[in-house]
């Protein structure tokens, strides 16, 4: 009896995924749409449009990171290529989310906003977004230098949030 029941309660643990995988059910961000001809990709810096020095190499080395992650396409130089992504950082925002009295700023929240594309190599665009946003609540310090790191910490989670975002809308764009 106890064997049946360990039999009977793995069938019941494994139904459902045999159910989700024979109706073509894919979770979000694990479609391979691009053409089956594109296997590499180049990342460009990104052209920085903020006053925020160095967030466009934050963003492009998460870019890299990401798809070095997934093992979707090999990363390649720009020559080697079967695609290459570029863009830019459009934008980051800074503004208050909670004060304490009129002055100070408990939390604030920082939002990042780029535009990318992704060329061929005859450099025609086969994707391209505009306005991928994401965006992070800090806490503030009275001292300095916490308020910093927290932003800091702050500013690389979005960049990872971004950089998986593209990825996924990269690969249900086709």
């Known amino acids: ?14 139904l459902p995924y045999i159910f989700i995988s024979a ?11 691009l053409p089956p001809d594109i296997k590499t990709v180049a990342v460009t810096v990104l052209k920085n449009k903020t006053s925020e020095l160095g967030i466009e190499n ?9 798809f070095t992650r997934s093992r979707r396409l090999l990363i390649e130089s ?4 079967d ?4 863009g830019s950082v459009d934008s980051l925002k800074e503004e208050t989310v909670s004060r304490s009295g009129s002055y ?3 939390e604030r929240r920082i939002t990042i906003t780029l535009s990318l594309s992704l060329k061929d190599r005859n450099e025609k665009t086969i994707w391209s977004d ?6 992070e609540v800090f806490k503030v310090s009275e001292d ?10 702050s500013i690389e989670k979005i960049a990872s949030r971004l950089a998986e975002k593209v990825q996924n809308r990269i690969f249900e764009g086709f």
């Open 23 to 33: 109706c073509g059910y894919t979770f979000a961000g694990r479609g391979q749409n």
């Open 83 to 86: 695609v290459t992504l570029g």
């Open 104 to 106: 100070r700023s408990l």
């Open 144 to 153: 300095r230098l916490s308020t910093q790191k927290n932003r800091r910490e």
């Open 130 to 135: 505009t306005g991928i946003s994401d965006h």
């Open 58 to 66: 934050i963003l492009t080395n998460r870019l890299v990171y990401e």
């Open 78 to 81: 720009q020559d080697a290529a």
């Open 1 to 14: 009896m106890l064997i049946q029941d360990r039999i009977g309660l793995k069938l019941l643990i494994l």
